[in-house]
């Protein structure tokens, strides 16, 4: 999905749940959803990836990305000795 239209509608549905702190999620998913265009001045690419990034699904277990760096960050390649001139 465009990053532009997720984070438009992310925009629409947090305004619409600020303006209207009674209402259900379903009624504030679905204003976001109708107007998100109206929001698109305020739109973020940036924002709209990172939230798209957050909403697709894990590959492996969890935390399994950062234990491999980590892990990969630890190994040392083994080293000529400095010759001396």
């Known amino acids: ?10 925009a629409a549905y947090v305004w619409y749940e600020h303006e209207n702190p009674g209402k259900s999620e379903q009624e504030a998913a679905s204003f976001a959803r109708r107007n998100w265009v109206s929001f698109l001045p305020c739109a973020h690419k940036g924002v709209g990836k990172l939230l798209t990034k957050i909403a697709e699904p894990r590959r492996g277990g969890i935390g399994n990305s950062w234990s491999k760096t980590i892990r990969n960050s630890r190994k040392t390649s083994p080293r000529k000795p400095l010759m001396s001139s």
């Open 1 to 10: 999905m465009n990053p532009y239209v997720v984070s438009a509608q992310f």
